[in-house]
């Protein structure tokens, strides 16, 4: 089955607790892309990867880092979780970058306390 | 960056009637798009419209684009219960990947 596979679903950690959340697609998809979404402020891209090895900041990168080092796998790394990062985070991926068509993973909720 | 802003943000309506949700957004556009997610799950695509279209059908739901206007409606004919959800419209697109606006929640009534 064609699909986007975030890991953790769900995560309560503390301040300052490295912690990466793992996102894989099955498609050979180019595009790979993070979004936070957050009450009242929508869909915000944090980093966006258009191939392997080539990855970009999105709106809201501060506090985040990516890698793209395979085709499929798309980490997201908080090296030092802040309570503002509190959100529920997608990754989502799409054929080529100008296709604009996304597939969206199931979601993490992360809670920063 | 382009952002599409939907109208109204709340939805309440009767099952067996039609919905329509409004998009607007401020730049030139490639195309649009409208997806859809349920309660605290993964947005799903339902339909891109390009720029040049101003008609487009997919079952029950009718986009349409009026590019003049720099707006476009989602309609979604006969509800069901299964169409509570929240529908977000999408522009952009490329490197940049796509701008989301904040959504319009819709409740179908039994």
């Known amino acids: 089955e064609a699909q986007v596979t975030q890991n953790p679903r769900y995560l309560i950690t503390v301040t300052g607790k490295k912690l990466t959340v793992t996102c894989s697609q099955n498609?050979?998809?180019?595009?790979m892309s993070w979004y936070r979404q957050d009450p009242g402020l929508g869909l915000r891209q944090i980093y966006y990867?258009?191939?392997?090895?080539?990855?970009d900041k999105g709106d809201v990168p501060e506090g985040y880092k990516v890698s793209r080092k395979e085709k499929r796998n798309f980490p997201l790394i908080l090296e030092s979780p802040s309570p503002n990062q509190t959100s529920l985070y997608f990754c989502a991926s799409s054929p080529n970058r100008n296709t604009g068509e996304l597939f969206f993973g199931e979601g993490s909720r992360l809670t920063v306390l | 960056s382009q952002q599409g802003e939907e109208d109204p943000q709340a939805l309440s309506i009767q099952e067996g009637e039609n919905a329509t949700m409004n998009c607007s957004y401020k730049t030139s556009i490639n195309n649009l798009q409208w997806y859809r997610q349920n309660s605290g799950r993964g947005l799903v695509h339902l339909i891109l419209i390009r720029s040049n279209e101003r008609e487009k059908h997919s079952g029950r739901l009718r986009v349409t684009l009026d590019t003049s206007k720099k707006s476009s409606s989602l309609l979604i004919t006969a509800s069901r219960a299964a169409d509570t959800a929240s529908y977000f419209c999408a522009t952009g697109g490329g490197a940049d990947g796509l701008t989301f606006g904040k959504g319009t929640h819709l409740i179908i009534q039994p």
């Open positions: 498609m050979n998809h180019e595009y």
């Open positions: 990867s258009m191939n392997v090895e080539v990855t």
